[in-house]
């Protein structure tokens, strides 16, 4: 339909400016914060009015200058992020 878009729930958030602009397509990005209830987790929202455009290569080298942190992460287009850590000790 045109207008529209659809984000599918799962995405992992990938920052390249914190809060701001995401390369991940995390839908929590948009959602509000709040709950349905003080005793009830989940949204009663069914849709957002967003601004979507299309990324050149431009501008993505020159966030690729200004927030080199971002792209040093290292990344899978099939799963995105990936964590590479561990736990140490009993706590």
Not at 51 to 73: D, H, I, S
């Given at each position: ?12 958030a990938d920052f390249i400016i914190p809060g701001k602009l995401d390369r991940g ?67």
């Amino acid at each position: 339909m045109p207008g529209v878009i659809s984000i599918d729930h799962g995405a992992r958030a990938d920052f390249i400016i914190p809060g701001k602009l995401d390369r991940g397509g995390a839908i929590n990005t948009i959602t509000p914060e709040g709950i349905i209830s003080q005793r009830c987790a989940g949204q009663a929202t069914s849709g957002f009015l967003v601004e979507v455009e299309k990324v050149t290569l431009r501008q993505m080298g020159e966030w690729m200058k200004q927030y080199p942190e971002a792209f040093e992460r290292e990344y899978d287009p099939g799963s995105g992020l990936r964590f590479n850590a561990w736990v140490e000790g009993d706590n």
